[in-house]
Nanobody, 117 residues
Framework: QVHLVESGGGSVQAGGSLRLSCAPSGSIFSINIEAWYRQAPGNGRELVALIHNSGWTDYADAVKGRFTISRDNVKNTVFLQMNSLKPEDTAVYYC???????????WGQGTQVTVSS
């Protein structure tokens, strides 16, 4: 069985930085970690950034130029470097992975990011 372990969230002031990590436990190469999403109170879950196995990345317009998604292929861990944080970035951040065999998606437990003005 595989779980996703997210870490790196916390509270920062506007303009600060945080680096989120999403690491699998268990059979770590049975999955692909594909993306980071976030959900603010009262809102739906929205895509923040995604990364393909080829290394191709894409970002939500709201975070382009400030956030960078990357992958450590040895550890099959995905990172989200968040710079120039804004209060509107406050949300619970979730990483999403997909089982290689079945194509079924699953999620981490989420990590809280709070940005104060």
């Amino acid at each position: 069985q595989v779980h996703l372990v997210e870490s790196g969230g916390g509270s920062v002031q506007a303009g600060g930085s945080l680096r989120l990590s999403c690491a699998p436990s268990g059979s770590i190469f049975s999955i692909n970690i594909e993306a980071w999403y976030r959900q603010a109170p009262g809102n739906g879950r929205e895509l923040v950034a995604l990364i393909h196995n080829s290394g191709w990345t894409d970002y939500a317009d709201a975070v382009k130029g400030r956030f960078t998604i990357s992958r450590d292929n040895v550890k099959n861990t995905v990172f989200l470097q968040m710079n120039s944080l804004k209060p509107e970035d406050t949300a619970v951040y979730y990483c999403k992975a997909r089982w290689i065999d079945s194509g079924i998606d699953f999620w981490g437990q989420g990590t809280q990011v709070t940005v104060s003005s």
